[in-house]
Structure formats: C-alpha cells, structure tokens
C-alpha cells in the first residue's frame, strides 16, 4: 500500500525536507512513495498493552506494557528536535523513543514527550543522554529490543496519530500532552525503494555514495570531518559492534561495542555540528561531519537518506537462533568498515573498541579509528522494495 503523508488526499510521493529545504544531491531520497511497514499501539496507563500490527491495524500482537504512563510533554527537548516534524517521531534508538509534538516559545527547541524500555526506570549512572523522566512513558520492554531497536523501532519521520473510541485514527495535535488512557498509534512508514548500501570515504572532502538495488549508484554528499575516535555515548551499552545505536534529525549514532560497555561515533549534519550542543565536535574527533557536495547547499538536518525515513537501530542477538533467522537478518542494519593497509580493499567488522565511564578518556580514544578507510551502512533488503 502507498500512502503519502503531511501532503494532499492521494498523493503518492512524501516530501521530507529540512527547513531550508533538501539538497539537489538527495531530491529522491526526500521526495519519495512510501509503504506501511507496521504500526505500534500503546495505551496510556499502567498496565496498558503496548501491541504491533503487520497487517495495517487488522490484527495485532502484545509486545510489552505500559509501566508507568504520562501526563507531560518537555517545552526544551534536545537541540536537534526543532529539525523535526511536528507529530512524529523525533529520535529512534535502543534506550528512547522521542516524539515530537510542538515548538518551543523561543524556536529553538521541539516540545517532546519519550516512550521508555525499562533500563531507563532507574537511570544508570553518569547518563548523559537526554532524558526527561516526567515526559515520558515508561514501559517493560528491555533496551535493545522490541521497539527499542530490536525489529519494531519506527524511523525518524514516522507520523503519530491518535486512536478515537470508535476505533478511526486522527493525527496527533499539536502541542499534545498525553493523558491517561490515550491509544497512541504510530504508523512505521518506510521508503517503498530503499537504497542498498551508503558508503563514506573517511577523509576531508571525501565522497559520500549511494547505492540503490538495482545497481544505480551516486554521489550525494561529502565528508566535511572525518571520523579518527571514539567516545563514550550513552546508549551504546545497549548496542552491538557495527550496529545502529541512534538516529534522529540531527545525529547518526553507531555503536562500537557490545552490550555492557561503552563506545561509538557519531555522524552529524554541517548544521547541527557547530550548534552550542555539538560545541565538542568541533575539537574532538568523535565525530564526522558530513554534507552536500556543493558549498551553499542546504544542510541535512531531518533529511533523508541519513537524519529521516531510511536508518534506525534494528538487530537482536537471538536473531541467530530463530527459524526465520535468515529473513529476520535481512532486515537489520550493519556497519562495516576499510581499513587502510593490507585489508583496505575488504569489508570487514568494527574492532571491539570501548572505554570506562567513570574514567577519562586516555589519548587513544582520539586516534582509534584512523586507520578506517571507508565506513560503509547496509541497510535491510524488503522484497517489495526492489525496483521493477
């Protein structure tokens, strides 16, 4: 089924652009026809069943429940969600789902509430990451999986709506704040042609590339900063090597350790990048920075194919052991890398590279991954995504 969103009745293309607009390098990858993927329903009190849906709402099954519901939104949500669409989701990881519902008075914040796995009930230790624990809805659910990364994590971009009595939808309003017993029902869009792989040559100036199933390649950006180290981002300990641990309208998080440990970088927006949040991405080497190929192109901020619609966490351990193991993996993200050197012409894993929390950060941490080549994403293969 092709569904257009945000724009008019029975339109077959969605539009994602940033504020200023998409880049000509990445039209398609913003202007595109859609598919619902699946649907996640949660009512809002205690005890409430949180279900998923892979037939378009006609049946549904129980992924986890409600702990503790909410009542409240956050007027000052983290920098990058003033990127986002209002009523949708905002940020998708394995420790959040951040959603969206207005703007700030001042314009430079979202306004967000957050769905929540159970880790988050008694925050670990030094947790940097936003977190906000009046605006948000706690659930049973562990991080890493169900919605939280493990097979039913919604894309950023994704719309949310409300579900009345008699059972139709409405989209959320804006400035919501939710209430007690409300079904909120988010509709897990994805593009109905995905691409393949995206590739970044990890050096100043270096191509940023495409690649569609068919075998249609191009160059959509560039490497603005390259990646040399990596940090500590909270999360990570609920991620694997080489997987997705975040992504939202302004930061592509990937994970370079197992659960348990500490490590990762991140790949940020030109925008973004030199924000007051991101002051450290401008003096550390954590962080790439990435955009257009052309100088006085908009910035990617909530665009996709990297900050909208295309990426999130998506990978589960007991994958392996599962009967339908092998089309389960086909639709998880994996990260593989190049090293320069004598392996420079093949992919391979991330090495296991994290750091102590409680400690700082030794000399390393800044050189770890300088010897990467080019980092490369592939993304899930889906049947009906393949172009005729």
Known sequence: MIICLF????????SATSEHGSAPGIWAENNFAVTEDFRIRIVNTVQGEI????????????IGKVVAPSIKTNDKGYTASKWSRIGSVSATAVNAIHIKVGTNVTGDHGVIFSLLPKDML????????????DASIYTNIPAGLGIFGGGYAPFVG????????????????????????DIIVIKVLRPLVMPSEIVFENRFGGPITIKYQDGMTKVIGQVLRPVSGVGRFLGSQYAYVGRIRANHSGVLDISTTTPGHFGGFQIV??????????????????WMVVGPPNVGEPSWENTGPLYSYFLKPSYAKKDLQAGDWMQKLSRRYLVEVKYRGRLEEEWGFFRNIHFLLEK????????????????RILLPVYPDAWPE
């Open 7 to 14: 724009l008019a009745v029975n339109c077959a293309v969605f």
């Open 51 to 62: 279900k998923i849906s892979t037939s378009n709402g006609r049946s549904w099954f129980s």
């Open 122 to 133: 008694q925050a670990p230790r030094h947790y940097t990451s936003y977190l906000s624990p």
């Open 158 to 181: 994704s719309p949310l709506y409300l579900e009345q009595a008699d059972g139709t939808l409405r989209f959320l309003p804006v400035n919501y704040k939710p209430e007690l017993k």
């Open 269 to 286: 927006p030109a925008n973004h990048g030199m924000s007051r949040e991101m002051i450290n991405a401008r003096v550390l080497s954590q």
């Open 360 to 375: 700082p950060l030794p000399d390393i941490a800044g050189k770890s991954l300088e010897d990467i080549a080019q980092i």
